[in-house]
């Protein structure tokens, strides 16, 4: 009797699944309680529960491995830059597109992004510049130190170093170091001089 409660429990070795594996080689038999793990072959999307349970001598429901559906749509959308080439609904699986940016943006991460199990890579940013304001630095009383920073724009990034104009010093709230500026993501603080005697 004890023996035919142990063949009753008893489950033999669970089916293979299309396009999928366990992740253990399967044995002949397994005791009441035993689980067996699987997993899908690269591509395949596992549909289902990935362990099943021997319970009663049967296994409990196994999962599908699905076909692979490889192709990826079409890559992200990345704001102040675009993809080079013409842009398609539909890329095959490892193939790439590469971005630029608009003029006087900083790209941030890779340039090129791959297609991967139906996904895009990260893409990069396109960071905004920093234009300078020649209305704010009259007003604040600012030149520029270095003859070749006289341009418009600056990377994200960069540095930009002001001096006070002639006759002006730093505002008491401002030490040495809010003169040398990094720009980052379009914007600026300027630092404030004023005029000696005041």
Same mark, same amino acid.
């Given at each position: 009797?004890?023996?035919?409660?142990?063949?009753?429990?008893?489950?033999?070795?669970?089916?293979?699944?299309?396009?999928?594996?366990?992740?253990?080689?399967?044995?002949?038999?397994?005791?009441?309680?035993?689980?067996?793990?699987?997993?899908?072959?690269?591509?395949?999307?596992?549909?289902?529960?990935?362990?099943?349970?021997?319970?009663?001598?049967?296994?409990?429901?196994?999962?599908?491995?699905?076909?692979?559906?490889?192709?990826?749509?079409?890559?992200?959308?990345?704001?102040?830059? =675009?993809?080079?080439?013409?842009?398609?609904?539909?890329?095959?699986?490892?193939?790439?597109?590469?971005?630029?940016?608009?003029?006087?943006?900083?790209?941030?991460?890779?340039?090129?992004?791959?297609?991967?199990?139906?996904?895009?890579?990260?893409?990069? =940013?396109?960071?905004?510049?920093?234009?300078?304001?020649?209305?704010?630095?009259?007003?604040?009383?600012?030149?520029?130190?270095?003859?070749? =920073?006289?341009?418009?724009?600056?990377?994200?990034?960069?540095?930009?170093?002001?001096?006070?104009?002639?006759?002006?010093?730093?505002?008491?709230?401002?030490?040495?170091?809010?003169?040398?500026?990094?720009?980052?993501?379009?914007?600026?603080?300027?630092?404030?001089?004023?005029?000696?005697?005041?």
């Amino acid at each position: 009797m004890v023996l035919l409660l142990e063949t009753w429990e008893t489950c033999p070795s669970p089916p293979a699944i299309k396009n999928g594996a366990s992740f253990r080689p399967l044995l002949t038999n397994y005791t009441a309680g035993s689980s067996v793990k699987y997993r899908c072959h690269r591509y395949h999307v596992l549909e289902g529960p990935e362990t099943v349970h021997c319970v009663q001598g049967k296994w409990t429901a196994q999962p599908t491995c699905l076909d692979p559906k490889e192709k990826c749509g079409s890559p992200p959308v990345v704001k102040n830059g =675009d993809v080079i080439g013409p842009r398609l609904t539909e890329y095959e699986s490892d193939s790439s597109v590469e971005y630029t940016c608009f003029e006087h943006h900083f790209l941030q991460g890779s340039n090129r992004i791959y297609c991967s199990n139906r996904q895009w890579t990260t893409p990069p =940013d396109c960071i905004e510049p920093c234009t300078l304001s020649k209305e704010i630095m009259d007003k604040n009383n600012l030149i520029l130190r270095w003859s070749f =920073d006289d341009k418009s724009y600056f990377f994200h990034g960069d540095y930009i170093e002001f001096l006070c104009k002639e006759n002006h010093y730093g505002a008491p709230s401002t030490s040495m170091f809010d003169f040398r500026v990094q720009c980052s993501r379009g914007q600026l603080t300027y630092p404030r001089c004023i005029e000696r005697g005041r």
